[in-house]
């Protein structure tokens, strides 16, 4: 599950300037307040660029354009790794310096127009220019337990009903969107979604459904941007923090995002959850979102969500009632507040970790309010290069109100217990990924999970989860 598109403060940084900086001169200075170079600074920290961390970068002390526009040629050479908002900043630096690219023959130059070419309509200029972007993905993967299901259990009487936790399925995916800028101001993203489900077992006395043909509008948003601030409407991808509260997924509404330069930027929003979520009525909620890095290699955050209504409800389990499947609703409220960092080690290094504390009032008496979870990597993972991989480990202490279990909007390979309201996660988990080919990945993890308090929910422990992955992108 993968970063970060318009709130963030990458591309509100990328959003900062609308006019090329000397233009016509190749060795200009840069500043570096220049929203250029901040764009190009947070592709390196993104690891977009090849043989460089951001040390090297700032080692370098670029100050001309055509050494910037060298960074932006290795960025440009990955693009195939590169997220949604990674290649909207690539588009907008690769406008802010094409002369340069074009000299580096990583761009083609214009051909030299004759008396014989027609004169270009300019209702016509967007296009012929080139300025929309076509970007997408596909996904083939297989899931195991992926409901976190108890190993003890009982069924009814006449065993019409089993709930065992060998559930599984698996799922296709095709992603295809755009980016265009029809004004220097203003952008727009898409993307449509496409998914099927195959022998999908739930363990509740079926072998196994088939779901074809699920479509939808994954993304559609407008953003305008002036100077350091960027304001996105419409179905836009929202991430908060380091993801335990809302990641990769839509949201319906508005969100201003504001550049603090240096790489800092606060977000805050408000929309409608409910094509993440897929509750059968709206969610409205609050975001916020602050980044801070308090040196080159390390960022904190502090995110936010409250949901609107305390009426919103949602299916799930509650203590002890794995005995027999009785359904139950639990309140959907979340008042919450996450914290984290994220940092890099070393070359080959890295850490995050988030804690998460939800605030709601109306919640069961005995609710399990707060989790965190962290993670560890070590590799050096390069989308666009065959053979590159790194491996992880997770660990997980997740109350079963803490996040969203149900929806799964949240950034980890598991839902993070049996639903809102059931009986929360705790755990750890391994995973690797390997790049089979350019833009092509496989990813494995497992995790090993048990609920948050086996006091509180009558069992030990939860089947063994897998997740089987292979992904590729254009």
């Known amino acids: 599950m993968k970063n970060k598109l318009i709130a963030s403060l990458t591309l509100a940084g990328m959003l900062t300037g609308t006019t090329a900086f000397a233009a016509e001169n190749p060795f200009a200075t840069v500043p570096k307040d220049y929203w250029a170079y901040t764009a190009v600074e947070q592709l390196v920290s993104d690891g977009l660029v090849d043989g460089y961390n951001l040390e090297d970068f700032h080692d370098k002390k670029v100050v001309a354009r055509y050494d910037l526009a060298q960074f932006v040629a290795r960025a440009i050479a990955n693009e195939g790794r590169a997220n949604a908002e990674q290649k909207v900043i690539l588009n907008k630096l690769q406008d802010e310096y094409s002369n340069e690219l074009k000299i580096m023959t990583v761009i083609p130059a214009e051909p030299a127009k004759t008396e014989a070419q027609p004169a270009q309509n300019n209702n016509n200029n967007f296009f012929d220019n080139g300025k929309i972007k076509w970007f997408g993905d596909a996904r083939v993967r297989y899931q195991r337990n992926y409901t976190d299901n108890p190993r003890s259990y009982t069924a009814n009487a006449d065993e019409s009903v089993r709930r065992d936790g060998k559930n599984s399925r698996i799922q296709e995916r095709l992603r295809l969107g755009f980016y265009a800028e029809p004004d220097d101001n203003l952008s727009v993203l898409g993307r449509l979604k496409f998914e099927n489900t195959l022998n999908d077992d739930t363990r509740w006395g079926t072998d196994g459904d088939t779901h074809h043909g699920e479509g939808s509008v994954d993304l559609l948003a407008l953003t305008y941007k002036n100077n350091n601030t960027a304001v996105t409407v419409g179905r836009q991808n929202l991430n908060l923090g380091q993801g335990l509260l809302f990641w990769d997924n839509p949201m319906d509404g508005i969100l201003v995002t504001q550049d603090l330069g240096n790489n800092a930027s606060v977000s805050a929003g408000w929309g409608d959850l409910t094509a993440a979520t897929w509750q059968d009525h709206t969610t409205n909620a609050f975001v916020a979102n602050v980044k801070a890095p308090i040196n080159d290699n390390t960022n904190l955050t502090l995110a936010y969500l409250k949901t609107n209504s305390n009426n919103n409800r949602v299916y799930g389990t509650r203590k002890n009632q794995w005995n027999w499947i009785e359904s139950t609703d639990n309140p959907y409220m979340f008042n919450s507040i996450a914290y984290g960092f994220n940092t890099q ?112 929910s009558g069992f030990s422990d939860y089947y063994d989860m897998y997740n089987l992955e292979l992904n590729y992108s254009f």
């Not at 790194?390 to 049996?418: F, Q």
């Open 345 to 456: 080690l070393s070359d080959k290094w890295k850490l995050k970790a988030e804690g998460v504390s939800n605030m709601a009032s109306g919640l069961p008496d005995d609710a399990q309010k707060n989790g965190w979870w962290t993670r560890l990597t070590y590799g050096n993972l390069k989308w666009d290069t065959k053979g590159t991989w790194e491996v992880y480990a997770d660990y997980m202490h997740l109350g079963n109100y803490s996040i969203d279990s149900t929806a799964w909007p949240h950034i980890l390979n598991t839902p993070g217990g049996d639903g809102v309201g059931g009986n929360g996660e705790k755990g750890f988990g391994l995973g690797v990924s390997y790049m089979l080919a350019n833009n092509t990945n496989l990813a494995l993890n497992w995790y090993k999970l048990k609920p948050y308090d086996s006091d509180y």
